[in-house]
């Protein structure tokens, strides 16, 4: 699969591109002569398939006056501040001076308009969560209430309730940072009435509620778990697993929750359900699998699942460190040699790549947040 693996959507070999494919590929050759608005859904599109360089690459920082001038304009640059940011997470180089374009996106995109309200709530919540910065996010949320309320009047009242909901699943931050359960909890309930209150009029508007709703109990179970009351995180996290039976994610953090009560052998199944679901988090789903089997003293299995996370990803290298340890338990003189050797290249390699994160398959790293631009409307 590695013809597979590029940077921009052009370096794929024409005879792999699918019709689709070409069209991306059409429109990124004649960039320049797009109408505004189409560059916009194609910068969008890039950033959700994850092409972040190729975002920096076409659309240039913008100052004030040009973020001020046209909502698309200011749209473009948002997409292009998220891509920023999810690439310096990425590298380990992310700090404040990477919120300015956020910071110019919400000082100058004009008012009452989404995206000045996504850039004021990113900011919050990077201010809260990444930096801990409790004055910086106290700022951004009042700048964050402001917008919201200059844009009630321009909304429906679907779009009306579900910025209100997503609102206050970003400020809440605030309160946690003070350490204020009891306004935690007052506001994720809001955040979470809003959700439910939403009243579809298409399949569109009920795709978006969905995932909205979805995303909300994700943040309930992380609230339930600050909040140290395991039985609820356990109750809401296996809610979201039926909620959303295909998607793997749900349960690799299920299988967390169970792992932090000492449900191991429950643990080990959830697991192995999420290995039958595919990609994300395939690699990660045998390689907690192996931590358990592991636990519970079943180095064989615990060996087979460390290898199974191997042939999907042949660079985890928590995956190669388990085995490496495992394996003269096992009196496999062969697999000891073998695993000892590919540490050793991995080891090397990484030192070759040292820009490149290494993969850690620790219990904490599937349910890593995400950060995301949020759906707006230019």
């Not at 749209?75 to 001076?97: F, K, M, P, Y």
């Not at 949320?141 to 579900?162: C, H, S, V």
């Not at 204020?180 to 508007?205: G, P, R």
């Not at 697993?241 to 959830?270: F, H, N, T």
Request: glycine letters at 4%.
């Amino acid at each position: 699969m590695t013809q597979y693996q590029v940077d921009n959507p052009l370096q794929l070999a024409n005879e792999l591109q699918t019709e689709r494919w070409s069209k991306v590929c059409d429109y990124l050759t004649h960039y320049q002569k797009l109408q505004l608005v189409t560059k916009y859904r194609l910068i969008n599109l890039l950033s959700s398939l994850c092409f972040h360089p190729t975002v920096l690459e076409y659309v240039p920082e913008m100052s004030g006056s040009e973020i001020g001038s046209d909502p698309a304009l200011a749209a473009l640059a948002l997409c292009r501040a998220i891509s920023s940011l999810l690439l310096h997470q990425d590298h380990g180089t992310l700090d404040n001076l990477n919120l300015k374009e956020l910071e110019n996106i919400a000082n100058y995109a004009p008012s009452g308009t989404q995206v000045r309200f996504s850039a004021a709530i990113q900011l919050v919540v990077q201010y809260a969560k990444t930096f801990r910065n409790l004055e910086g996010a106290e700022f951004w949320r009042a700048i964050a209430t402001k917008e919201i309320q200059n844009l009630k009047p321009l909304l429906d009242d679907f779009g009306y309730r579900l910025l209100t909901s997503i609102y206050y699943r970003a400020v809440v931050f605030v309160p946690l940072l003070h350490g204020d359960k009891d306004k935690v909890i007052q506001e994720m309930d809001l955040c979470q009435s809003y959700a439910e209150s939403l009243t579809c009029e298409n399949e569109v508007q009920e795709v978006v509620a969905n995932e909205n709703r979805n995303i909300i109990l994700e943040s309930r179970t992380k609230e339930a778990l600050w909040l140290r009351n395991l039985d609820l995180a356990e109750e809401r996290s296996r809610l979201l697993a039926q909620m959303d039976s295909l998607d793997p994610r749900y349960r690799l953090e299920l299988g967390e929750i169970l792992i932090k009560q000492g449900k191991i052998e429950e643990a080990a199944k959830v697991y192995r359900s999420a290995t039958k679901l595919g990609p994300p988090g395939t690699a990660i789903a045998w390689f907690m699998m192996g931590q358990c089997y592991e636990a519970m003293s079943e180095l064989e299995i615990a060996c087979d699942c460390y290898l199974a996370s191997l042939k999907i990803d042949p660079e985890a290298i928590s995956a190669l460190e388990k085995l490496a340890n495992l394996a003269p338990s096992l009196g496999n003189s062969a697999l000891v040699n073998w695993s000892k050797l590919r540490l050793i290249e991995l080891q090397e390699q990484k030192q070759r790549m040292s820009i490149k994160p290494k993969r850690s398959y620790t219990s904490e790293a599937s349910s890593k947040l995400k950060t995301a631009a949020q759906a707006m409307t230019i």
